[in-house]
């Protein structure tokens, strides 16, 4: 899924008057958090990531492809459905959705602990 797709899908789902900006902020901190938390923690080839610049043009949201293949993708539907529910003050559906965040999110991680052998050694969080 790329950040353009994401963004398209949101807004169709679920109407909003969030700038395309804080979803694109939103997407950066969620593949951030991939990256450092479930990525960089196995050997083998690791994506090259530096994030997603706030002033990012239409053409580039449409080539981003976000870091978390299908069927984990949905994950960032459910992350940006559950901002906007926080940004409105929309506490019981933030709740779910975020619910539903975390769902998708650790059958992420946990599939890809399944299927991509740790480093050895230490592994140090920053």
């Known amino acids: 899924m ?3 797709e994401a963004i398209a899908l949101i807004d169709e789902q679920k109407p909003n008057t969030v700038p395309a900006a804080s979803k694109l ?24 990531f530096t994030g997603y610049p706030g002033d990012m043009s ?8 976000l870091l978390a293949p ?10 940006l459905e559950s901002h906007i529910d926080y940004e409105n003050g929309e506490t019981a559906r933030y709740n779910n959705s975020n619910a ?3 769902t ?4 992420y991680r946990n599939w890809y602990n399944r299927t991509h052998k740790p480093l050895s050694g230490t592994v140090r969080f920053y």
Do not use: K
């Open 25 to 48: 902020r939103w997407l950066g901190e969620l593949d951030w958090e991939i990256f450092r938390d479930v990525l960089l923690t196995h050997a083998g080839t690791v994506p090259e």
């Open 70 to 79: 299908a069927p984990y993708d949905s994950m960032y539907l459910y992350c």
């Open 2 to 4: 790329t950040i353009q």
């Open 104 to 107: 998708v999110f650790d059958a």
């Open 58 to 65: 239409q053409e580039d949201r449409e080539a981003a492809v």
């Open 100 to 102: 539903m965040f975390r």
